[in-house]
């Protein structure tokens, strides 16, 4: 934790924690614990590099960590060379559904594309660009100059190599055809062609006849086949030269508050659409993580459980012990933080406002152990305090010891902490009257 953080990712981290929003940019500054289940995603990122596919659910609790788990593992896969994409699920985003709410959701997820050289989304041009100007260093370094005619023919031929594989998938020869457009139109300096390309492969057109007329391609892709594209766009980018291609959906929760059954039915089977993809290996280079709540999955009338499919394929094994925790799986059901991990996190937090501050943190362990002791003191909290709860409360904490440097630690604090602090613990009385030990971090 000695390296300098740019201030800018450093303000975004103390802003985006102190509001209870997971910070797109500098997970790994504030990461502490979740080891077995970063393992597991990270052994999915390999099995995709290696032409497979892979699909995970990400379970917990409002506040567990899933979306901060979620923005840790995308980091981690663009600095393996992944493209990512990843959107939030809302009544107007959906998986498919009527208005346009499928291909929102696409929409979202190319407005989100991500590489390492583009980290914060938008990277579609990039990609192509990046993928254009090395075949063009390749030829170059090879002896063959721009200048040259054999060098446009060379190039063509590179071009149409690439979209040669993807022709014999759905939607392959569309997809290919814009993709050779997008390289005449840049030898040409055809910028409005060039741009209406990138208008079909973000989804943005209205009608086949609009894009026959400008692009010379019979379909566009829409609520009904985006997936496919999806699927196109993780073979394209293996192609030329990236891993593969990952999406990490998050909010899925707000499938599970969809009213017409029909309509949220129609959701869960594109989710098992994507599950037998993926699992069976007809997804090449491309990886899916979906993140919601336990209700999402387990409610029996609107949860993923309430679709049989899903459900026999989803529900834990009846003849396995359900005391150990099988990451293999499907699904990955957040657990709470140790004490000795949530002391770290306040140490990180600690370090980190101290950075950001200028000025030395003036919390002495002892306190952070009293706050500490406050927190998992209420009743429930040995299993249900969260990850974000904590954060939050300690930043505030943080912040007002610095608004108020004339002020004690126990003023700050409200009555009834202050009287459950100075209450002796009662054995006798379970979790009531937690008492955190010195830990060595």
């Given amino acids: ?4 953080i740019p201030k800018r990712i450093l303000n975004s981290l103390i802003n985006s924690l102190s509001a209870g929003v997971v910070p797109r940019s500098g997970a790994p500054y504030i990461a502490i614990g979740r080891n077995e289940e970063v393992g597991a995603l990270l052994e999915d990122l390999g099995s995709v590099a290696d032409g497979g596919s892979a699909l995970r659910f ?14 840790l593992i995308r980091g981690y896969a663009l600095e393996k060379g992944f493209v990512t994409a990843d959107a939030d699920l809302s009544p107007e985003r959906r998986l498919c559904g009527t208005g346009g709410a499928g291909i929102a959701t696409y929409r979202e997820l190319i407005r989100n594309l991500s590489c390492k050289t583009s980290p914060d989304g938008g990277a579609l041009p990039v990609i192509i660009s990046r993928w254009l100007s090395d075949k063009q260093g390749e030829l170059a370094a090879s002896g063959i100059f721009p200048e040259s005619p054999e060098f446009a023919v060379k190039m063509k031929k590179e071009v149409y190599a690439v979209g ?29 062609r060039r741009s209406d390309c990138l208008r079909w492969l973000r989804g943005e057109y209205r009608t086949r ?3 026959r007329r400008q692009l010379g391609v019979s379909s566009i892709i829409d609520d009904d086949n985006w997936y496919d594209y999806l699927k196109l766009l993780a073979v394209f980018c293996n192609k030329i030269g990236y891993m593969g291609m990952t999406v990490y959906i998050d909010e899925c929760v707000n499938l599970y508050k969809i009213t017409n059954r029909v309509s949220r039915e129609n959701n869960y089977e594109k989710i098992l659409s994507i599950f037998n993809d993926t699992l069976q290996g007809k997804a090449p280079y491309l990886g899916f993580v979906f993140v919601g709540t336990p209700q999402f999955l387990e409610d029996t009338r609107r949860g993923l459980f309430s679709y049989e499919a899903l459900r026999s394929r989803l529900a834990d094994c009846t003849i396995v012990s359900t005391g150990f925790r099988n990451l293999s ?10 004490d000795e991990e949530l002391y770290a996190l306040m140490s990180r937090l600690n370090f980190l406002f101290a950075m950001y501050s200028g000025e030395e943190i003036r919390i002495t362990q002892e306190q952070m152990r009293d706050f500490l002791s406050l927190c998992l003191s209420r009743a429930g909290a040995d299993t249900m305090v969260t990850p974000r709860e904590i954060i939050r409360s300690y930043l505030t904490l943080l912040q007002l010891m610095r608004q108020n440097p004339e002020a004690a630690f126990r003023e700050l604090l409200s009555e009834d902490s202050v009287s459950r602090l100075s209450a002796p613990s009662d054995p006798d009385e379970g979790d009531s009257g937690t008492v955190i030990e010195d830990f060595d971090i």
């Fill in 1 to 4: 934790m000695e390296k300098k």
């Fill in 58 to 71: 990400l379970i917990g609790r409002y506040g567990s960590g899933k979306s901060f788990l979620l923005q």
């Fill in 164 to 192: 040669a594989a993807l022709e014999n998938s759905v939607g392959g020869f569309d997809f290919a055809t814009v993709l050779y457009k997008y390289y005449d139109s840049t030898v040409t300096g055809d910028d409005e």
């Fill in 209 to 211: 006849t609009e894009a």
């Fill in 329 to 338: 799986g499907p699904i990955i059901r957040l657990v709470r933080l140790t």
